[in-house]
């Protein structure tokens, strides 16, 4: 096991990731609680994260005593390191070294960190980020690599299995970091690669159980891999005493629904609330073109059907239920974190179930915080989803009134709904969906003229798109051969009545954004 002690790093969970990659058991504690943590948890090593503060500053963050007097492998990241240096007798200071962004370090020692993965008198690229660097070493530490700027990057008491590095070795900038930290938990602590997404299971599975007692759970399923992956494992928890909701706004895609419903109650047998509020939904869309009022307005029903269906459970006589689980995961957390307080604007105002536990009087249950997208498909995969729900793209909340420019109606969606699962077969067929971030079909409020047969056209535009990502923060257009578009837009064409011309989206975000609302 290891520990991870966070001082506030906006990366704490990334170390954490990092170190589940490597097969070993972690925890992350607040450096408040660190001492209880260390001593309840007893773990093998321990990782001091970065974070805000400097170690200069009055009452700034430290390390507890019983961590180096136990004598523990402990590895400092940046704050990690300073505080490390600090306290184990050497000096920092601030301003002198800044470094932020790429930096490249020379190798001086040989070290158990660096074990295959870097060589003495060899430079490789790491990620800086901090104002304050260490000038003296603590006794018995050697300087294992510099940077240009003459900063203690890496320095190593090997004896006592110290290390301290000044770069972010969690992030992908740093391209051989996770080959370090890789190291230091196996090759310095002796830890085995034994955990696994099952034991994850088994975890979060105890945790829920211990959270919830005997209390009932609702959840509601979108339709997504998220909400699907957390109703899945609180199932196993709690069995029948968790609900699900499932709120058909009428604006999902060609057979999604079904799919859903069948998956939960047919395959699974959880018990599945299937709201059809398809005519409350396109009733109150009728009409409404501006994107940010189509926002509201699905948003705000979402809520109240989702509320109506909550009330009618507890008719069962078997209680009301007072959690509310929720697939939130790790990325949503930060996101939702940095930007509390920040003068950001609203791009779009996204709309998920936000605001529902607050409003219902809820606890909630999200036993997916600590995990990344990738990390809850492969426990989905673990947990028996089929590949195919798995490894699905990812598909916005409102649904497809956001890919109707316009106004949203009945025959719109069914055009849409046809031309996107066109798209979606030549792209599977063609063997891109993996390498592919999210792509669909947007239907355009325009109409264009053409020819077919002998006859004039007159019918709507439709526009694809697909993107490359990594967290569908910042994307590209995906790079398709001319001749897969051409047979794509043929299909679309022939097939669907009602669109006569197709064309690619070609632009990356920013400027623009993945939907086009
Ligand atoms: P944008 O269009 O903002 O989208 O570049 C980024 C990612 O978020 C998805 N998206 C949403 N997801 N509710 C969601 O759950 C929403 O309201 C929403 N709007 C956009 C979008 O599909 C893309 O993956």
């Not at 994260?49 to 009452?59: E, H, M």
């Not at 196993?236 to 909701?245: H, K, P």
């Not at 930007?339 to 936000?354: A, D, L, R, Y």
């Not at 979606?424 to 355009?444: H, M, N, P, S, T």
Request: overall charge negative; proline content about 5%; hydrophobic content about 45%.
């Amino acid at each position: 096991k290891v520990l991870i002690v966070d001082f506030g790093s906006q990366v704490t969970q990334l170390i954490a990731r990092r170190v589940r990659e490597a097969g070993v058991y972690c925890e992350i504690a607040p450096f408040q609680s660190a001492e209880r943590a260390f001593e309840t948890l007893a773990p093998k090593a321990v990782i001091l994260s970065g974070g805000p503060a400097s170690v200069l500053d009055q009452g700034s963050p430290r390390v507890p005593d019983v961590i180096f007097s136990s004598k523990v492998p402990v590895l400092g990241i940046c704050y990690g390191e300073q505080v490390m240096a600090l306290q184990l007798g050497g000096k920092v200071a601030a301003g002198k070294t800044r470094e932020f962004g790429r930096a490249d370090v020379e190798i001086l020692a040989e070290s158990a960190l660096f074990d295959n993965v870097w060589e003495k008198g060899q430079s490789y690229p790491v990620w800086m980020s901090h104002g304050d660097a260490v000038i003296d070493l603590p006794p018995g530490f050697v300087r294992a690599a510099t940077s240009r700027q003459e900063a203690v990057a890496v320095m190593a008491d090997e004896a006592r299995h110290y290390y301290g590095v000044q770069f972010h070795l969690e992030v992908v900038h740093t391209p051989q970091g996770a080959r370090l930290i890789e190291n230091f938990v196996h090759k310095v602590a002796g830890l085995s690669r034994d955990w696994t997404m099952r034991a994850f299971r088994q975890e979060a599975i105890a945790a829920i159980q211990a959270k919830v007692g005997t209390g009932r759970v609702l959840c509601g399923l979108s339709g997504g891999v998220d909400s699907a992956v957390a109703a899945l494992l609180i199932h196993e928890a709690i069995g029948d005493r968790l609900t699900c909701v499932f709120v058909d706004h009428g604006l999902l895609r060609h057979g999604e629904a079904e799919e859903i419903v069948s998956l939960f109650r047919g395959h699974y047998n959880i018990p599945l609330i299937h709201a059809q509020a398809q005519d409350l939904f396109l009733d109150a869309l009728a009409g409404v073109s501006d994107p940010e009022e189509k926002r509201r307005i699905i948003g705000r029903l979402f809520i109240e059907t989702f509320e109506a269906e909550a009330k009618t459970i507890a008719s069962d006589g078997k209680g009301v239920p007072e959690f509310l689980g929720q697939g939130t995961l790790y990325p949503d957390v930060i996101e939702s974190v940095s930007f509390t307080g920040g003068p950001s604007v609203t791009i779009k105002s996204h709309h998920n179930v936000g605001g529902l536990p607050e409003r219902m009087n809820m606890k909630l249950v999200e036993p997916l915080r600590e995990l990344f997208k990738d990390e809850v498909r492969e426990l989905g995969r673990e947990l028996g989803l089929p590949e195919a729900f798995v490894s699905r793209h990812p598909f916005p909340g409102p649904g497809l009134a956001i890919r109707c420019p316009g106004g949203v109606t009945r025959e719109k969606l069914a055009i849409l709904r046809q031309a996107d699962a066109i798209y979606l077969d030549e792209i599977r067929k063609a063997g891109l969906y993996d390498k592919i971030w999210q792509a669909f079909a947007v239907l355009l409020p325009v109409q264009t003229v053409g020819v077919m047969g002998d006859g004039r056209t007159y019918e709507f535009v439709c526009a694809l798109r697909a993107v490359t990502s990594v967290d569908g923060m910042t994307a590209d257009f995906y790079s398709f051969e001319m001749d897969f578009l051409g047979r794509a837009a043929t299909r679309i064409i022939n097939e669907v009545q009602g669109i006569n011309r197709v064309v690619y989206d070609v632009t990356s975000k920013p400027p623009g954004t993945i939907e086009w609302e």
